[in-house]
């Protein structure tokens, strides 16, 4: 029994069954440990792609995300991932390998104080030492989950990892109960008395709430916004669900009367981390409006009349305690004439295109596939149009907005679900992690990756032109994605029309390896699209 024994034992006790990175010397003895508790370590090619495959597990399984990286580099390879971590709300463990303390005052290769470098990305930073080893990981886990989920980082010091240690009692840290304002009266009058409510629900909800804000909207009437993330909370085709909002001004244009004619907001879980600048203010100051979140943020975006801190789930249910069923008016039957602009605004054209994939694609998958979504010009355009089935059917990073997110997450949903996961990713993304293929070909996973091929930085170019600036940097050749794919030991193909998105697309979802369908799309398509 060593102390990377502890730290391995307690991770498994808190529900990792994966831990992904790369090793290095300084945290050979935890990878070590990690396999013989049953945690299995898998290999990424970068560290910022495994804690986005971390991510991925969680959403498809809820076992506890776990990165691994060795000292210097490794540490310093993780830092975006662990700052999507804070801003997506993903309790991330963090565990680096580190040299003593003794030895980094006269030994300098490859050392600087990683806890200076993450603590204004993490919720907190350990430091194990001898007879703390699970104690610090239990901690950080507590920590991690409690209120709105975020990354903790736990630097292991080789002689702590090493050292033999005795076996003990696991430390007990029991997770706080659900918890809910004393008084919620004054927002259950709120809500009785309110004939046009609408709820927008956020990140806030995803773990778990999706029961409760179904009911809620039932028994109130209200239709439902979501942000990008909380996309399928209530799967999108049912008729209370007007459709999501976050990045694209033409999505804020339609639903503002919405916002506008409702007497009562109830913002469930809403977090304004995932919107662009359009929603600072977004309401009136007389506007009656009640903010249920995991954790207050002095934000500044909006305000509301009352403000209920807890567990977001917990309170919409006791709000929705003693009402009637669909109490509500909406007189003027806003919402559906909304809706239905909301689906006519973003519906495909006749011509080939981003718009066409989509719309192709959404009609060949099976029910229940998950996607994961990069940053760019087609997210946007792609969380306006496609319609989830389910909470957490489409993953993206949508508070940090990073690249080349979606490949690693559609490669750890895979590796939970055993199932084929959609990734769709611009062509400069998928450049940015084509080593992960390689980990995709080893895992032997059913990803499906829909590149949409444009030569250019899209949204970028995008801005430039609406800023009236010269075209610059935006600018990239064109990649044989479908030889890439083969030489990686995948199915590659590329694709200009619809047919043959079909064709391969069905073949894809057969197949037991990666493939990647390579679309050729020409960026003038997102011009106005969004």
């Given amino acids: 029994m060593t102390g990377a024994d502890l730290v391995a034992a307690q991770l498994a006790a808190a529900g990792a069954t994966h831990a992904f990175g790369i090793p290095g010397g300084e945290v050979l003895a935890l990878v070590d440990a990690l396999e013989r508790s049953g945690i299995r370590f898998e290999l990424a090619r970068h560290e910022n792609a495994a804690g986005f495959m971390a991510e991925g597990l969680w959403h498809a399984t809820g076992a506890l995300p776990v990165l691994v990286a ?190 506008e004619a409702a007497d009562l907001i109830v913002l469930a879980g809403y977090d304004p981390i995932e919107m662009r600048q359009g929603w600072r203010h977004p309401w009136p100051t007389g506007k009656a409006v009640i903010d249920i979140v995991a954790e207050p943020i002095q934000h500044g975006m ?49 011509n080939w295109g981003p718009h066409a994939v989509f719309e192709t694609l959404q009609r060949v998958v099976p029910a229940g596939t998950v996607a994961a979504a990069d940053s760019g010009a087609h997210r946007i355009l792609f969380s306006q149009m496609w319609s989830c089935d389910g909470p957490r059917r489409l993953l993206q990073s949508s508070g940090l907005c990073t690249m080349g997110c979606a490949l690693p997450l559609a490669t750890g949903a895979a590796l939970g679900s055993g199932r084929p996961v959609l990734c769709f990713v611009g062509d400069a993304g998928l450049e940015m992690v084509l080593g992960e293929l390689a980990t995709l070909r080893d895992l032997g996973l059913p990803v499906i990756v829909v590149a949409l091929v444009d030569r250019a930085l899209g949204l970028i170019a995008l801005k430039q032109r609406q800023l009236g600036l010269p075209r610059a940097g935006v600018d990239i050749g064109e990649t044989d994605f479908a030889a890439v794919a083969r030489a990686l030991g995948g199915h590659g193909a590329t694709i200009d029309d619809r047919e043959t998105l079909v064709r391969e697309a069905e073949a894809a979802f057969r197949r037991d390896g990666f493939t990647i369908l390579a679309c050729r799309i020409d960026a003038a398509s997102y011009e106005e699209a969004f």
């Fill in 70 to 259: 060795t000292l210097g580099p490794g540490v310093a390879n993780a830092v975006n991932v662990v700052a999507n971590a804070q801003q997506d709300r993903v309790p991330l463990i963090f565990v680096t390998g580190c040299v003593d303390q003794a030895l980094a005052e006269s030994y300098t290769h490859q050392v600087f104080d990683h806890q200076a470098m993450l603590r204004p990305l993490v919720k907190a930073s350990f430091r194990a030492a001898p007879g703390t080893e699970d104690l610090v990981v239990a901690k950080a886990v507590a920590l991690a989950r409690r209120g709105r989920p975020g990354p903790v980082h736990i630097d292991l010091p080789i002689s702590v990892a090493e050292a033999r240690a005795s076996r003990r009692a696991a430390p007990a840290i029991l997770p706080a109960p659900p918890s809910i304002p004393a008084d919620l009266q004054p927002a259950q009058a709120l809500v009785a008395a309110a004939r046009r409510p609408l709820v927008i629900a956020g990140l806030d909800l995803i773990e778990g709430g999706a029961a409760a804000l179904d009911r809620f909207i039932t028994v109130t009437g209200a239709p439902l916004l979501t942000t990008y993330k909380a996309k399928g909370l209530v799967p999108e085709d049912d008729p209370r669900v007007i459709g999501a909002v976050g990045l694209s001004p033409k999505a804020d244009a339609l639903v503002r009367p919405l916002i």
């Fill in 302 to 350: 909006h305000h509301s009349s009352l403000l209920l801190e807890g567990d977001v789930g917990t309170i919409l249910t006791r709000l929705s305690d003693g009402l009637a069923a669909a109490h509500a008016i909406w007189p003027g039957r806003e919402p559906d004439a909304i809706r239905e602009a909301f689906r006519s605004a973003f519906a495909a054209p006749a």
